[in-house]
């Protein structure tokens, strides 16, 4: 379905982040279905041995992996004096303030601030790491930079829409004559559209700019021509899904932004320096290798599965 198309695709670990968060664990209700109780202690037993999707770890084994690897990243940081500066975690907020995507990241993570800043500071030293010691003139950084500003320093203008969906055009004729009768767009949208996340959302399908895959250059044309708050009126729009009979309200409209060179230079610099180690250091390697000498002590004996891997492999090294 069109809706389907449009939602923001969110790239977040929730449920790592369940995991991670067992603060208050303590085995008492944590939901009650006609006065049948579901304990915290089973939600979270069960939902550390929920295999990864696509994958037949389980989540649990799947986190504690990840951590003993970040720790791991940490140490090495320290020993090669290269550690994270406070002034590099907050380049990297700094960046994410700036388009105003550290509130919801933090919302769809459900994460605090202070969480976030720890996986910055393992993000950043692995950088730091790997680029140790690489230089990178600053004309390259430059010439970077003015090879992908349309690109990747480049925001294109966007229109935030609504729509209402309906699979014909008696239905959609219906919805515009209440829109025009004075009946809010979302409670149209709720009520009529045909689309699921349409009608969940009460219409609102997120931006869109020119451009942008996935989405009818039909719709976008339609939402570019709106001021904010107008609707447009009902026309036919054509996927793979078939046709549909669309409203669209422009919510909010956005300008094209720039990123200016001296606000993304130190950035491009890093990621620079960070691609040309990698040519000489294999990150993978390098975390396997740092395994094998690491005293990995773990208590809980359902996970124990990780000590007698790398107790394992360092048996079969020391055969060879």
């Given at each position: ?17 369940l ?20 304990s ?12 990864i ?42 960046l ?20 976030y ?34 690109t ?6 966007t229109?935030?829409i609504?729509?209402v ?21 979302s ?5 009529l559209s ?8 009460g ?94 002590d ?23």
């Amino acid at each position: 379905m069109l809706g389907r198309r449009l939602a923001l695709i969110t790239a977040a670990g929730l449920l790592a982040a369940l995991v991670l968060s067992g603060c208050g664990r303590d085995g008492g209700t944590f939901v009650s279905i006609n006065g049948e109780k579901i304990s915290k202690d089973e939600f979270y037993n069960r939902l550390e041995k929920t295999p990864i999707p696509g994958s037949n770890v389980p989540i649990g084994q799947y986190v504690l992996d990840q951590m003993i690897n970040e720790k791991l990243i940490v140490q090495m940081a320290k020993e090669k004096k290269v550690e994270p500066t406070e002034a590099q975690i907050k380049r990297q907020l700094d960046l994410i303030k700036k388009d105003g995507n550290l509130s919801k990241l933090l919302d769809q993570r459900q994460i605090t601030l202070e969480e976030y800043k720890k996986e910055l500071y393992v993000r950043q030293a692995l950088i730091n790491i790997v680029s140790k010691g690489v230089k990178i003139p600053d004309k390259d950084v430059k010439a970077f930079y003015d090879e992908k500003k349309s690109t990747l320093y480049t925001k294109p203008e966007t229109v935030e829409i609504g729509a209402v969906v309906c699979k014909t055009e008696e239905k959609i004729k219906k919805a515009d004559q209440q829109i025009k009768g004075g009946t809010e767009f979302s409670t149209v949208a709720m009520n009529l559209s045909d689309d699921e996340i349409a009608k969940r959302s009460g219409g609102k399908l997120g931006p869109v700019w020119r451009g942008r895959a996935g989405v009818p250059d039909i719709l976008v044309d339609a939402a570019f021509k709106l001021k904010v708050g107008q609707c447009s009126e009902p026309f036919k729009v054509t996927t793979q899904d078939g046709p549909s009979w669309v409203i669209v309200k422009a919510l909010d409209r956005k300008s094209e932004v720039v990123q200016p060179y001296n606000e993304v230079k130190d950035s491009i610099h890093e990621m620079l320096a960070f691609n040309e180690g990698q040519k000489r250091t294999d990150v993978t390697n390098l975390i396997a290798k740092r395994r094998e000498s690491a005293k990995i002590d773990i208590k809980d004996k359902k996970y124990s599965i990780f000590s007698e891997k790398d107790k394992d492999k360092k048996s079969g090294d020391k055969k060879k």
